[in-house]
């Protein structure tokens, strides 16, 4: 290993696991390891759904043992939820899922007070059932909520108990639905009809601020040596995930693919229109300055809750067979909240397709195909709106994350948006969160220097349209008579 190269620990925790990277990153070079991973499995208790939030948090002092000495930390995680803490800083409780049922039916009385279009003007972001908004309104007559001097989303949390100091990260506070897109501050009036304390949550932080140094105690049980600084990095995975894009200009589309995709542009201002709010787009806030406007789709959880519904699975054998499958026979509405909750995923999957008349998916490569086909679909049409929405064409689709190892479904979006796709970074959130953390130490520049780096170093792959234009336009057709 180059001499003039700097480690960082990057902790990215996804809805199914966790893991820390160790990136290393010189002037031309930028390399990801894997130091340790760990499974996040979410424990159902009698009061509902619940992030196993301590054994998250002993995957990660394990990570940063197996990480070794490190310049720096950074942590990134899903959106939305959070841990309340009391007047000691303690704990209150682990945090509720974001697949709790907590919030059905809430946000109908949240608009009874400030109508959704109001919201939307307000906070430019989508509507999801389990926005953090949502999710203190129903918390609001527990007795947890009513003993709570703090609220950390949580990667904060975590970077709470790594370093002793409280702050809330910009980019995944954006996901609260209390965050105004033009100030990038917070939506005072709307917290404040909606009887919100604001002060539940601890200063904003931006991607780069100092978050504190490893505790004494962290130290000693990880074996580093001191000091060792926490930075704030782009701690919404997708932030993270998305300033990883190694794309040169700004016409480009993004697909950020794993249990979600999310699917949409970078812009330098929110579209906070009433077509926009029809659309269901979301205006999340990204590295210096930018926009990350786009829309939620259910993503490869439909095909990960199959799999779990399927046990011992072959996945390369599978997605070859599926490969074999005729193209757009049957599909789904892949953003329906139908498909949000777990368990029984083949058969509701096989009983959208009976009710809406289409050829009814029975092996397991034909709804993985139907699952691949209806992705892809809902990736165009997503692309297809943000364009329009925003005024903003593109030329090629950038497709990272997980799912960017999924040749299949990186083709088939390819035909489906008929644009080239790019695929790759699959690690895009760690190396974004190792890549804020190294231009704070000062080895990288701004974001496009950033992207520059990433497309010198990594190796994507990319699919050219393959035609069928009409075929892709007919089901889309068919999809909206339903």
Same mark, same amino acid.
């Given at each position: 290993?180059s001499?003039s190269?700097?480690? @960082? ?6 809805a &199914?696991s ?6 290393r990153?010189? !002037? ?13 499995? !979410? =424990?159902? =208790?009698p ?9 998250? #948090? ?19 995680? +899903? ?12 704990l ?5 899922h @974001?697949?709790?049922t ?8 949240? +608009? ?7 919201? #939307? *003007? ?12 949502y ?10 909520l ?6 950390l989303?949580v990667?904060?949390?975590?970077t ?12 995944n ?14 939506a005072?009036d ?7 304390d604001?002060t ?7 991607p780069?601020?100092?978050a504190?140094?490893l505790? !004494? ?6 074996g ?5 600084p ?12 998305v ?5 040169s200009?700004?016409?480009?589309a @993004? ?13 330098t ?8 709010r ?23 959880? %439909? ?5 779990? *519904? +399927? ?8 997605l ?7 193209e %757009?026979?049957?599909?789904?509405d ?6 949000? *909750? !777990?368990?029984?995923m ?6 959208a397709?009976?009710a &809406? ?5 029975a ?8 699952i ?7 990736h ?17 689709v950038?497709?990272?994350?997980g ?5 299949l479904?990186?083709q ?5 948006c ?5 695929a790759?970074?699959a ?15 000062? %080895?990288?520049?701004?974001?496009a220097?950033?992207?520059g780096?990433l ?8 699919y050219?349209?393959?035609g069928?234009?009409?075929? +892709?336009?007919?089901?889309a ?6």
């Open positions: 290993m001499t190269m700097t480690s @960082y620990a990057a902790v990215d925790l996804g &199914s966790g893991r820390v990277m160790v990136g990153v010189g !002037p031309d070079t930028l390399e990801l390891t894997e130091a340790h991973r760990f499974p996040n499995r !979410p =424990v159902r =208790v009061e509902g759904l619940r992030w196993d939030i301590l054994g998250l #948090y002993a995957g990660v002092l394990d990570g940063l043992r197996a990480a070794g000495q490190v310049a720096s930390v950074g942590v990134d995680s +899903w959106a939305v939820d959070y841990g309340l803490l009391d007047a000691d800083g303690a209150l409780g682990n945090p509720v @974001y697949r709790d907590r919030t059905e039916g809430v946000a109908q009385k949240v +608009w009874a007070t400030v109508p959704a279009a109001e919201l #939307y *003007a307000a906070t430019g972001l989508q509507y999801a059932p389990f926005n953090t908004l999710q203190l309104t129903a918390a609001r007559s527990t007795a947890q009513g003993q709570a001097a703090r609220a989303l990667p904060d949390l975590l709470y108990w790594l370093t002793g100091e409280q702050g809330t990260e910009l980019t506070a954006s996901t609260t639905q209390l965050i105004d897109p033009r100030t990038r501050d917070w005072y709307v917290a404040g009809r909606l009887g919100i604001l539940l949550f601890p200063p904003l932080r931006l780069g601020d100092p504190g140094a505790r !004494p105690e962290v130290l000693e049980e990880t580093l040596t001191g000091p060792v926490v930075t704030a990095v782009g701690s919404h995975d997708t932030a993270s995930a300033a990883a894009v190694p794309a200009g700004e016409r480009f @993004y697909i950020c693919t794993g249990t979600w995709s999310l699917a949409g542009l970078e812009l201002a929110p579209v906070l229109t009433e077509e926009s029809a659309a269901n787009f979301t205006n999340e806030l990204g590295l210096d300055g930018t926009v990350r406007y786009l829309r939620n789709i259910m993503g490869l959880w %439909l095909l990960q809750e199959c799999l779990r *519904a +399927w046990g011992e699975t072959d996945l390369g054998a599978l070859r067979a599926a490969g074999e499958v005729p %757009l026979r049957s599909v789904v892949a953003g329906d909240a139908a498909f949000l *909750a !777990p368990g029984r083949p058969e509701r999957i096989a009983e397709c009976r &809406s008349g289409q050829p009814v998916p092996t397991p490569a034909e709804i993985t195909r139907c691949l086909d209806s992705l892809a679909l809902a165009r049409r997503a692309v297809e709106d943000a364009q329009r929405l925003a005024g903003h064409p593109v030329d090629v950038h497709v990272v994350g799912g960017a190892r999924n040749a479904l990186c088939l979006t390819a035909d489906a008929g644009l080239p796709v790019v790759g970074p690690e895009a959130a760690a190396l974004g969160n190792v890549l804020v953390q190294a231009r704070a130490g000062g %080895l990288v520049g701004d974001l220097g950033m992207r780096l497309a010198r170093t990594q190796r994507p792959v990319r050219e349209p393959r069928g234009a009409a075929r +892709w336009r007919a089901a057709a068919r999809l909206a008579e339903r």
